[in-house]
């Protein structure tokens, strides 16, 4: 009598261990399939500004340099020349560790403060840096961190998992 209910115990452990596993299998099949698909695209297709992230949803693709419409209402606007840099982030690589002396400033938000289309001297982060100049003697760095189609959440999530790693030394949040 003892047998049979351990036995019915052990495959009801199993049953529970396989529902609650399969979910999980399921997923990491999907994952690899979405890598593949992405591994076997040809290169001589334009890359994609943004692409899937399995930590933050999706994000800006790293190594990129586009050339984009300016976002002036005039059609005979130049194009903007926008590239990420191996991070996935707008502008030019960073140097991690963060260097003694530089007071980093990382700018995170929305397409609002991306402003792929629009010129680097009139871009927030580029303001912020404008405005903060006069009132420090340090080196002042300011990294544009945003990401189209971005939310609160998501940037908790960014900076949790890989703004931490340049060290900022305030992070300005704009939605």
Do not use: W
């Amino acid at each position: 009598m003892g047998r049979i209910r351990l036995h019915g115990l052990r495959c009801l452990i199993y049953a529970i261990g396989l529902l609650l596993l399969s979910p999980v299998v399921i997923e990491f099949a999907l994952r690899v399939q979405a890598f593949r698909a992405t591994a076997n695209s040809s290169s001589a297709e334009p890359q994609p500004l943004v692409i899937a992230s399995p930590v933050m949803h999706h994000q800006l693709a790293p190594l990129q340099q586009v050339r984009l419409r300016s976002a002036s209402s005039s059609d005979d606007a130049p194009e903007i020349s926008f590239r990420t840099n191996s991070l996935g982030l707008a502008g030019p690589e960073i140097a991690i560790p963060k260097p003694e002396g530089v007071y980093r400033v990382v700018c995170v938000g929305d397409e609002t403060v991306l402003a792929a289309n629009m010129p680097e001297v009139v871009k927030f982060p580029q303001q912020i840096a404008a405005k903060l100049k006069p009132f420090t003697k340090a080196k002042l760095e300011v990294i544009n961190a945003a990401v189209p189609g971005y939310s609160p959440v998501l940037e908790a999530l960014q900076v949790r998992h890989q703004l931490q790693l340049l060290q900022p030394d305030l992070i300005v949040a704009h939605f």
